[in-house]
Nanobody, 123 residues
Framework: QVQLVESGGGLVQAGGSLRLSCAASGRTFSNIAMGWFRQAPGKEREFVAAISWSGGRTSYADSVKGRFTISRDNAKNTVYLQMNSLKPEDTAVYYC????????????????WGQGTQVTVSS
């Protein structure tokens, strides 16, 4: 089992930045891929970014490419999402997910989920 706890959400003005963290505990973190998803009010949860177990491979949704950066520190059992140039449409609850059993962008293949952290971007 892996437990995931997100932090770092909050309220920020458009154009600002936030860094989300996802701390993992339980079994070995360093050998599982990780992803970030988000869910806005009234919308389905969508893929944001993912990173391989080594950090050598990353992928992003087109809507965040060039603005968001996913990274990980296996020594700290933590994955990060640096969010720059935030827009009001980035407002959502952001979820960390671990151990995909398939395509990283597919939320249904992840085995582990955090409880989410709210990000609100004001215009």
């Amino acid at each position: 089992q892996v437990q995931l706890v997100e932090s770092g959400g909050g309220l920020v003005q458009a154009g600002g930045s936030l860094r989300l963290s996802c701390a993992a505990s339980g079994r070995t973190f360093s050998n599982i891929a990780m992803g970030w998803f988000r869910q806005a009010p009234g919308k389905e949860r969508e893929f944001v970014a993912a990173i391989s177990w080594s950090g050598g491979r990353t992928s992003y949704a087109d809507s965040v490419k060039g603005r968001f950066t996913i990274s990980r520190d296996n020594a700290k059992n933590t994955v990060y999402l640096q969010m720059n140039s935030l827009k009001p449409e980035d407002t959502a609850v952001y979820y960390c997910a671990g151990e995909p059993r398939g395509a990283y962008s597919n939320q249904y293949v992840y085995n582990y989920w955090g409880q989410g952290t709210q990000v609100t971007v004001s215009s």
